[in-house]
């Protein structure tokens, strides 16, 4: 793998919160976690390449997993925000499939998922069902403090489309990483036990671990 | 029972109000009201081992059940929640059965049952209706000062549907609460006759009684 | 009856604002509406003794009924609440059977009814319907002053359920009040009379009445 | 008529608003508005008597009725509320009767019985669909300015229940004052068409023009 | 015409938005958008007459057409409010029915018409289906700076009765304006062209064109 | 050509987001995004003629269409505003007509197009189911920072209402964008090819290129 600096290095799914003493356990759940972006990932081709997986504490976080851009893209097409909310789907649809229970180490990534998926929405007008409209305004940001919490400008029906639109993408979004995932299922368990053992794994080792 | 440091002990449950003066009716539901939330803790594996229990009035409270955490857990799983909701409404549950009345004594108990169950709701997308999706945003909070407060980005229909799910988690952990201690009735008498005469139970006495 | 202070008396019902000057109307429709309270308490068992009623207007207050504590509760059990409310209502329910009208005077009784059977909802989860569940947090009060003003944490559908449970509590102890003073109606004559003659009544006294 | 103090003279009904030149048309509308108002006085006994009527413009007032309360009275009666909306909507109805249209003459009137109204539902429990409830609370006026504005604690659904209440008492008072006018529309045109020609009628003289 | 002081005239219909240079096109809209309001006001017996048409650019109007009150009234009827809303909607009627498109030029008119129509149902109590009732309160008005903004204190169901009825008055209106238009349109056609060419009518010219 | 100021060009539409570096692939997405800008504006004969388009990042912009407006309009016609939207739409329709997908890159031109539309419902009463009606007061601007954002003044019911005559204009514009570029999908092209060869097209090419 060719030199990168830190800085090209934009994208980093799955930062859990983590305190210094790690149990078995979450170790556990956090390599099976990190290593269901990683994964999900992998089989996106729209998505950057993974350039590396940490299951080592730092900070907040209690792993990581981050992509290299390609390049310096300009836009983003809908195609590429949907892929991008599988990928931090993963995390959970890991958990999910592996341990039957979920945790609270998602909360961030879904979060992240809920705001691009209303944006694609609201902002980008890329939902079909309502069409190339934006709905709210950046200019009460300054009052609020944040899109979301802007005054609305629109009626209860249209608020009430906008959730199904919004939920539309993220629960397909949620179907594709888990069915990327339970289709390999050995990968998953391969790269998560790689991960428990050495804690990191690079792209070129991820991508060996792949094949 | 191994030496434990006071720092350790982090999850006190159902710390009452209390006066300085208590009638002998106040003793007893404070007594039952304890052993009602000791006993539910018992019963779930899912939950750290009871530490402490008292019916001796400190500041606020009337009584107070303590447990002693295990190791250091950096994720909390959907079930770890459903059960530390059991075990808050333990005290409730207690006082239903044994005097068919209730008391205002688990105030505090169920605005935090509710403050978890609608966390996992909106925050850590557990509930299976809404899916991995979050509703409302932290960043409101400096304005609003709380989550609960913060400006609604959702519609009625979604409210109406998150009311929905936090209401199921609350009411499947309170039946699960009742049928512990009906079961148990026994022992909950026994636990909450042994606090009226000595006010006090350590970890090692409450396993003693429980067998 | 033995030494009471003063400061023991905490339960004041029904003090009616009143202006300096009392017409004879006024006086009859104080006097048979704090007999109402008076002759309420003294047949619901779960409340203290009445202690002393007035219709001597003192500062906004037209009349008062004062009961007596008889020790120093920790928690409030429901059916205790729900008997207030009763107690509450005993004006109100008194001007609708003598005089066939009602007057502002009730205002103040009504409002913490209304308090207490919204609290028994919202913050003690006592309403069988919605269950053990708080509404609103204590937390905004900062910042709109009054638990009432908090902002709503919950669907319309859900605000549409605590009403109907409010207006339960308040109705259900409406008619209960109504009962006992129809059932009782001599003895809401005999002590009304009894006090427009000597506008004032003890404790003792008011027993020896109703006898 | 006996001696009357400045200061015991309260209830001014209908003093509308009126710039300094009158034209006769505007002079007409103001003596059949205040006429309207000093008959349905009269014929309500629950009423105080009318002490003075005037057509004379007085700063904002383009004319008055006035009555005067026969004693202090501390209570106001749900039947006294209702008759004094059927007092203040007099002005209105008279000009219905009379001109067959209506003007902005009556605004402060209508204001006024619109909040006696929205009091006796919300504030002092007398509506019958809702029960002896309060909607509401006092404490929120510093933040608000007036009850009206207070941050809403109920429904939409208890919003709209009040909204019917509020009404009903408008539109049956409504019809009492026009009956009442219709009945004595001589009486009507007796007393506009004096104070057309004289301003001011005083109580003693009302009185003998209604004989 | 006799002598008339500038400040006699208040009312002032459709200044329209103009800047300095003007094209055919927008003075020929301007032309018949005055002529409109004109001609709507001559066949109103209702409205005072009017006084002066101009398409002379002033300021932000592109245009204006001037009515002299004949009187100083006190009172406003609710048949004249209705009229001057049809005064109001007349440029855009005149446009509508001349060019068949219609243009920015109205927004002043028809947020006038709306706001008139607003009061008469919120403020003046004039629709028949709410009756004499007020909705909102001036208190509000130092808060949100406008009677418009005031905080809400009437239910959803009357915030759309109120809609439906402000959306009759104004209905009604453009469809009596357009009707006055249609009916006289050869002299819609004859003033607008005397304006194109002259710029200016003053009242007796006016009413010169109309015979 | 004639000599044009800077000054006098005053319509830019489609001035996208981009950063320094171009990759391949964004200059396509910019040409095919201009081009359907520039060749929608070309087939409306209400539209302003095509002056320049570029597709060489400016600032925060990755191309722009310009066009140049004949004269100094006074008023915009409905129509006109229509065409407006069809034209802001042009970007988006080439890019799904083309890519079968769509970016961020329509962002700000959906924003515009909804502040168009949402204008001609509220503020210029141009829906024939609204009516001549404003809803909503430029008032409150100073409160909320923005039109969009001031307190509602009507009905959800009406906000309802709004949306879908919004959405209407903004949908039958799309459609039109659409065909437009269709029928035209061989101009599209050639334009487009033209643009990333060349990076500028001003208008006399344009026009040329059209032929």
Do not use: W
């Not at 998505?47 to 836009?75: E, L, N, W």
């Amino acid at each position: 793998m060719r030199e990168i600096e830190e800085a090209t290095i934009k994208v980093v799914v799955g930062a859990e919160k983590r305190s210094h003493k790690v149990t078995e356990n979450d170790k556990k759940i956090t390599a099976y976690h990190e290593a269901g972006h990683a994964i999900v990932t992998y089989f996106l081709p729209n998505q950057d390449p993974v350039y590396q997986v940490s299951i080592i504490p730092r900070g907040m976080a209690g792993g990581y997993t981050m992509s290299m851009p390609q390049d310096d893209k300009m836009y983003i097409s809908k195609s590429n925000m949907c892929d991008k909310i599988v990928v931090l789907l993963g995390g959970r649809a890991a958990e999910t499939i592996i341990f039957g229970d979920i945790s609270t180490g998602a909360s961030n990534d879904i979060e992240r998922a809920t705001e691009i998926s209303r944006n694609m929405v609201t902002k980008y007008g890329m939902s079909e069902a309502l069409g190339p409209v934006t709905f709210g305004s950046g200019h009460e940001e300054i009052f609020l403090g944040k899109d979301y919490g802007s005054v609305r400008n629109y009626s209860e029906k249209v608020a009430a489309e906008i959730d199904v639109e919004v939920n539309k993408f993220i629960l397909s979004a949620y179907e594709k990483s888990k069915q990327i995932l339970e289709k390999n299922i050995e990968k998953l368990k391969h790269v998560a036990e790689y991960l428990i053992e050495n804690e990191k794994i690079d792209g070129e080792k991820f991508v060996e671990l792949m094949a």
